[in-house]
C-alpha cells in the first residue's frame, strides 16, 4: 500500500531532503509540494538536483486538496505551522520539523520563540519526536513535533546517561559545531560565502539558544529536578552536519557500558568502542548517529562526543522514522541509506 503525503515549505532545505530520501521509500509517494513564494515552479527548477523526479508543480497550501493526503510533513518557518494544522482534517496525520510544538509549555514556547502559541489547544497531544525514546507514544500519534538538530544531538549522547544517574547533573558543558545550513534557506548577509567560508564562530551564546528550552524540557523531566546544561554552539564551513563535544563528570568506562547497552538494538545509533570519537563525515547524508566515549586526564570525567546529519537525522530523516511509525511501517523503511563518504 502506498501512502500520500504533502511536503509543505518544499523550497526548504529540509523540504528538499525530504524529497530525497521519499524518492528511494517504497510505500510513500509525494502527493503535493508547497512553496507559497515558488507556487507554480517544478521542484526541479528550485532544486536541480531533483530534475529526475517526477513530482508535483509547487502551490500554495491553499491550493492542496488534503482529502487526498494521509500525513502531512510540516517544513514551514517557526510559527506557521500551528495555526495551519488547527484547520487540517483530523483524519489527517501531521509530523512537524520545526518548533511550534516542541515545548509542552506555552509559556516556555513564547519565552524561547517570542510568539504567543497559536494552537494551545492542541499542544497536548503533540508528541516530542525523539524517535528511540517516545517510539511507543509516536506509534498512535496524530501529531508528532519534530526535535530541534542540536537538541536531538546532544540529547542522544545524555539521556541514557541521565536516566541511569551516571554524571553531575549540574556539571554538564557541551560544545557544539553545526553546518551552515542549519541556519536556513532565506537569504541573510552573514552567511554569504565571503563571510563563513573561512571563519568558525559562535552564535546565541550565554544561554540565549532556543534548543536550551528542549534542554529544560527533556532532562529535568528525566531527572525529576530542573537541570540546566551549558550550551555553546558555532557555526563552522560545511554544508551539513552537527557534532556535539559534552565534558560530563562520571566514569568514562560505565558512561561508555551505559550507552552501548542502551542503544545495542537501535538500528540508527551507533556507539564505537571506548576511546574512539567519531566524525561529521562519517554520517553525512544519512539517518545515523555516531557516538563515542573519551576518558579524561582528570579521573572521574569523560567526553561524549555525537555527531548527525542535521538535516537527516537532525530533521528530515527523523521525520521519515517517524511518519513510517505513525503509518504502521517498518521503522527503518527507506532510510538505511550509507554514509556519503568522503
Not at 524518492?23 to 513564494?37: F, I, K, Q
Not at 487526498?68 to 482534517?89: M, T
Not at 513510517?324 to 568522503?342: I, W, Y
Request: charge should be neutral.
Amino acid at each position: 500500500m502506498t501512502h500520500n503525503v504533502a511536503i509543505l515549505g518544499a523550497s526548504g532545505y529540509t523540504g528538499a531532503e525530504l524529497v530525497r530520501i521519499i524518492a528511494t521509500h517504497p510505500r510513500l509517494r509525494v502527493a503535493a509540494l508547497s512553496a507559497d513564494r515558488k507556487a507554480g515552479q517544478a521542484m526541479g527548477a528550485v532544486f536541480p538536483h531533483l530534475r529526475h523526479l517526477d513530482l508535483p508543480t509547487l502551490t500554495t497550501i491553499d491550493e492542496i486538496d488534503f482529502s487526498q493526503i494521509e500525513l502531512v510533513f510540516c517544513a514551514l518557518p517557526h510559527g506557521l505551522s500551528q495555526a495551519l494544522v488547527k484547520d487540517l482534517p483530523r483524519s489527517v496525520k501531521v509530523v512537524d520539523l520545526g518548533a511550534d510544538f516542541r515545548l509542552r509549555d506555552p509559556a516556555a514556547y513564547k519565552k524561547w520563540y517570542g510568539l504567543d502559541h497559536a494552537a494551545v489547544e492542541l499542544q497536548p497531544e503533540a508528541v516530542y519526536g525523539l524517535t528511540e525514546f517516545y517510539r511507543k507514544q509516536i506509534k498512535g500519534a496524530r501529531l508528532v513535533a519534530g526535535t530541534g538538530c542540536n537538541a536531538a544531538t546532544v540529547q542522544f549522547a545524555l539521556r541514557p546517561l541521565i536516566e541511569a544517574a551516571l554524571i553531575d547533573l549540574d556539571d554538564i558543558v557541551c560544545d557544539l559545531k553545526n553546518g551552515i545550513s542549519g541556519a536556513g534557506r532565506s537569504l541573510k548577509e552573514n552567511m554569504l560565502f565571503a563571510e563563513r567560508s573561512t571563519d568558525v564562530s559562535g552564535y546565541s551564546q550565554g544561554g540565549k539558544h532556543r534548543h536550551l528550552g528542549e534542554f529544560d524540557q527533556e532532562f529535568s523531566l528525566l531527572a525529576g529536578r530542573p537541570v540546566e546544561i551549558i550550551f555553546t554552539p558555532h557555526l563552522v564551513p560545511i554544508n551539513r552536519g552537527i557534532l556535539a563535544s559534552c565534558n560530563v563528570k562520571g566514569d568514562p568506562k560505565a558512561i561508555h557500558a551505559a550507552l552501548a547497552a542502551r542503544y545495542a538494538e537501535e538500528p540508527f545509533i551507533v556507539v564505537l568502542p571506548f576511546g574512539e570519537a567519531p566524525g561529521m563525515g562519517h554520517v553525512m547524508g544519512s539517518n545515523f548517529c555516531h557516538i563515542g566515549v573519551v576518558g579524561d586526564r582528570k579521573p572521574g570525567r569523560a567526553l561524549v562526543v555525537s555527531t548527525l546529519d542535521n538535516l537527516n537525522k537532525g530533521s528530515s530523516g527523523q521525520a521519515i522514522q517517524n511518519a513510517n511509525l505513525m503509518l504502521g511501517l517498518p521503522e527503518t523503511e527507506g532510510l538505511m541509506l550509507a554514509p556519503v563518504f568522503p
